[in-house]
């Protein structure tokens, strides 16, 4: 590593990225938020005086033109992902975009052939990911000591429907529940299996109040071998966001498997033979080390593990949980 760090663009002022993504970001010892940029050039000044960034910009258009950034950061909503991560690409930028990285796997493919030509990395913001407390579940998977896979259990639901203005509910911009929060389950079974499914079945709700969208889902992912994942993702329910691993001889209890803060601690559990053993994970700020996945790979010291075709692979999936849900019908993959 160099002692060079990434100076990084934020492409919108979306509530993530304020509340998040940038503190994450200027929390690491390779990489700068240098420039942020909305379409209201009072929006991005407000933001940047807020969060200590030194350059705004009144169009997306000026920032990409930016050749002093290395990384351009995208929280806009779901529907602009393509567009804007092609048009960073050709600009020659980095791009770590929010997830769902598109509205559907022929999106995706889009855009990583856009970086793959462009020769920049593309990743997709699923900031758990890169806590090293999925390692160490994994590692427990592997050591047996709960047996056999049985199945895994998960969730993430939150209650926002009052607020009917939100992105979250406009059908075209990519809104509803699974896009939102259910795309975690799915791609933390994926992560933990190591495989695909193969076929999806889902039962949802979706809310006419709400542009149609669906705002709550209830699934099951079936793999290989009788596995399955069983989950439900909501944006009307209380909020929750468990994971749970079974085994022929023990469980893994994850209480909160995608937020962690102040509130909601990374530690998890093992029962297995008779035993519960609390694992302690030390505290990780995960887009602190998002970031620093993104230097890694950018600098070359470390290719991504979770690079463009994974991303690819969870669209298909999502696509398929749509459909299910859509149509009220099993969905082969």
């Known amino acids: 590593m160099t002692d ?111 970086c793959e ?86 039962q949802a709700i979706f809310s006419p109040e709400h542009d149609d969208v669906d705002m709550m889902a209830s699934g099951l992912l079936e793999f290989e071998g009788g596995v399955s994942l069983t989950f439900d993702c909501g944006m009307w329910a209380a909020f929750r966001n468990p994971l749970e691993v079974l085994g022929t001889e023990g469980i893994i209890e994850v209480p909160s498997a995608f937020v962690t803060n102040a509130q909601n601690s990374g530690n998890f559990y093992v029962s297995a033979r008779g035993e519960r053993r609390l694992v302690e994970v030390e505290a990780v700020n995960a887009y602190t080390a998002q970031a620093d996945a993104m230097y890694r790979a950018v600098t070359g010291t470390e290719a991504p593990r979770f690079d463009s075709q994974d991303a690819i692979r969870n669209m298909k999936v999502i696509d398929a949980c749509l459909k299910s849900a859509r149509e009220r019908a099993r969905i082969e993959l």
């Not at 760090?5 to 990225?17: D, F, N, P, T």
């Not at 503190?23 to 938020?33: F, I, K, Y």
């Not at 779901?78 to 020659?92: P, Q, S, Y």
């Not at 990911?129 to 592997?142: A, G, N, T, V």
């Open 117 to 202: 030509k462009a020769g920049v990395q593309l990743l997709e913001a699923f900031m758990y990911r890169w806590d090293s407390r999925y390692d160490k579940i994994k590692e427990i998977i592997d050591s047996g000591e709960i047996g056999e896979l049985r199945g895994i259990r998960s969730a993430f639901t939150f209650n926002n429907a009052k607020d009917k203005g939100n992105v979250r509910y406009r059908k075209e911009w990519g809104g509803g529940s699974l896009y939102d929060v259910g795309c975690y389950p799915i791609s933390a079974a994926r992560l933990l299996l190591g495989e695909e499914p193969v076929a999806a079945t889902v």
């Open 4 to 114: 060079k760090k990434l100076r990084w663009g934020i492409l919108g002022c979306a509530g993530i990225a304020k509340r998040s993504v940038i503190p994450g970001v200027q929390a690491s010892r390779w990489n700068e938020v240098a420039a942020i940029a909305s379409r209201n050039i009072d929006k991005a000044e407000e933001t940047a005086k807020a969060l200590q960034i030194s350059t705004a910009y009144g169009s997306y258009e000026e920032l990409l033109a930016d050749d002093s950034l290395d990384v351009i950061y995208i929280p806009l909503p779901n529907h602009l992902h393509m567009e804007w991560t092609i048009r960073a690409a050709e600009a020659g930028k980095h791009i770590l975009c929010e997830k769902p990285l598109a509205l559907n796997a022929e999106e995706a493919a889009r855009m990583a052939e856009a």
